[in-house]
């Protein structure tokens, strides 16, 4: 036995080979720690020892990720950015026989500025651009125009990440505007929405779920000779579920549950809806993003007696809509 066991050298020998071995498996790792490190350090909100996870998470801003539900993210003391927000409805009742058109494209310019950490001021500025005809109860309409401005105060009370997944914040939205949403009168008309705004992150760094509760009151007058008052309300609640499915990339579906009134205060119910669609939110850059989604709407009704057996809320609202929201942040 003892003429048969290794030698010191070869022992030695291989102790070496194993070693080697070792490095060559673990230098790949440390490599790639090195090089994430200083990109962890400088994330927004790190603090250099909380994991990997939840540095990374702080990298993906809410705000704009669902499409026409606006998530929680507020920003950080200094932060600004620039937008440009079209929204487009197509589809009404169409009035009797021949072709019918209802094309509105509302498009706000906005710029937003965070005076302090988590609480943001945005100011819009607006333009509508419809053209209509042949439609129930509207009059035959085609132009552009100024349509009024706002100002958006936001405050974020929870903010989202991988060891406290729940994000929470509340928007007041108060606005003038110089044409009514439906009927394209001119009018002057104040309105205030109250939104709340919560988002999760279901699976830290790949799915993210957003909801929207919201109360939008209006009031005002439309101009001309008549001057007839005008008072209406809307309630809404949002949902949508978007996954990280590639760098910078995400996807998933949205639904949105629409009652419109007649009243300031949800009043006399008119129309409600319910709108199903995808939505794809893409960032460019760690400054430059883009946000798209499409609605159809797939049930709805109308109190009138009139389309009480027909398909679909069509007084208040549209078949479709789609949103198209750009923005830069420096």
């Given at each position: 036995m003892i003429?048969?066991?290794?030698?010191?050298?070869?022992?030695?020998?291989?102790?070496?080979?194993?070693l080697l071995i070792s490095g060559l498996a673990v230098a790949p790792g440390l490599a790639e720690e090195a090089k994430d490190a200083p990109a962890k350090s400088a994330s927004r909100g790190g603090s250099g020892g909380k994991g990997d996870t939840s540095d990374k998470q702080k990298d993906v801003d809410?705000?704009?990720l669902f499409g026409f539900t606006e998530g929680s993210d507020?920003?950080?003391?200094?932060?600004?950015?620039?937008?440009?927000?079209?929204?487009?409805?197509?589809?009404?009742?169409?009035?009797?026989?021949?072709?019918?058109?209802?094309?509105?494209?509302?498009?706000?310019f906005?710029?937003?500025?965070?005076?302090?950490?988590?609480?943001?001021?945005?100011?819009?500025?607006?333009?509508?651009?419809?053209?209509?005809?042949?439609?129930?109860?509207?009059?035959?309409?085609?132009?552009?125009t100024f349509d009024g401005a706002s100002v958006e105060l936001k405050y974020q009370f929870l903010k989202g990440s991988a060891e406290q997944p729940l994000g929470l914040a509340i928007e007041l939205r108060p606005r003038f505007t110089r044409i009514l949403p439906v009927e394209?009168?001119?009018?002057?008309?104040?309105?205030?929405?109250?939104?709340?705004?919560?988002?999760?992150?279901?699976?830290?760094?790949?799915?993210?779920?957003?909801?929207?509760?919201?109360?939008?009151?209006?009031?005002?007058?439309?101009?001309?000779?008549a001057g007839q008052?005008?008072?209406?309300?809307?309630f809404l609640w949002s949902n949508a579920v978007v996954g990280r499915i590639a760098e910078g990339t995400f996807v998933g579906p949205e639904a949105r549950y629409l009652r419109g009134y007649d009243g300031a205060f949800l009043n006399r119910l008119e129309s409600e809806a319910v709108l199903v669609g995808p939505v794809l939110h893409r960032r460019f850059t760690e400054?430059?993003?883009?946000?798209?989604a499409y609605a159809a709407q797939v049930w709805g009704r109308d109190n009138d007696p009139t389309y009480a057996r027909r398909g679909f809320g069509l007084t208040q609202f549209e078949r479709h809509n789609l949103r198209v929201k750009f923005g830069m942040e420096f």
């Open positions: 003429g048969h066991a290794p030698s010191a050298r070869r022992i030695s020998q291989l102790t070496m080979a194993l809410t705000e704009h507020a920003g950080e003391k200094g932060e600004q950015e620039v937008l440009v927000d079209t929204i487009a409805r197509f589809g009404k009742r169409r009035d009797g026989l021949g072709p019918s058109t209802y094309r509105v494209l509302d498009t706000r906005a710029y937003q500025f965070n005076p302090a950490d988590r609480f943001s001021v945005e100011l819009s500025a607006f333009g509508n651009l419809r053209r209509q005809r042949n439609i129930v109860d509207l009059d035959d309409k085609a132009f552009g394209g009168n001119g009018a002057n008309v104040f309105d205030m929405e109250s939104l709340l705004q919560i988002d999760v992150q279901v699976v830290p760094g790949k799915i993210w779920y957003g909801s929207n509760i919201s109360f939008e009151p209006a009031a005002g007058r439309q101009r001309g000779a008052g005008y008072r209406s309300s809307t400054k430059i993003w883009l946000t798209v």
